[in-house]
């Protein structure tokens, strides 16, 4: 599997990140592309941003007037992916969990529903959960 193209566009505010929390995220898809050799994906875009910008997304795309942690689309060999930090914040506190940590756990659900995966039952949400859990073990 040729390794894919990863942007990182940061329009948030909420956590701080710096050069080695932009490469751990890069080391976070391409561990997520790993687990799916067949993956066609030559570009990843990932999109940090608050609760506000995620909301308009989720209302555009998912007819869903309200925020939320993550979204991903696949647009022919390009994977988009939106993540709110401002979201991750909040979820990290009532799970106590740290911020980073639950970003990082967005990218790599984010690269899940990349490839294929879905969340739309709970048998389903558990098996995007355990194998994310497995990608940020790795990590």
Do not use: W
């Not at 505010?13 to 898809?29: F, P, Q, S, T, W």
């Amino acid at each position: 599997m040729q390794k894919p193209e990863i942007n990182i566009l940061n329009l948030q505010k909420n956590i701080r990140l710096g050069a080695k929390e932009i490469k751990n995220i890069k080391k976070i898809v391409l561990l997520a592309l790993k687990s799916q050799s067949d993956a066609l994906l030559r570009k990843i875009n990932i999109c940090l941003m608050d609760n506000q910008k995620i909301k308009k997304l989720n209302k555009k795309h998912l007819k869903a007037d309200h925020p939320t942690d993550v979204l991903a689309f696949n647009i022919e060999e390009t994977g988009e992916i939106a993540i709110s930090a401002q979201q991750a914040k909040i979820n990290a506190k009532a799970y106590k969990t740290e911020d980073l940590d639950e970003l990082y756990l967005y990218v790599a659900h984010g690269c899940l529903h990349l490839l294929g995966y879905d969340d739309n039952t709970a048998m389903k949400r558990e098996l995007m959960q355990n194998k994310a859990s497995k990608i940020l073990q790795n990590l």
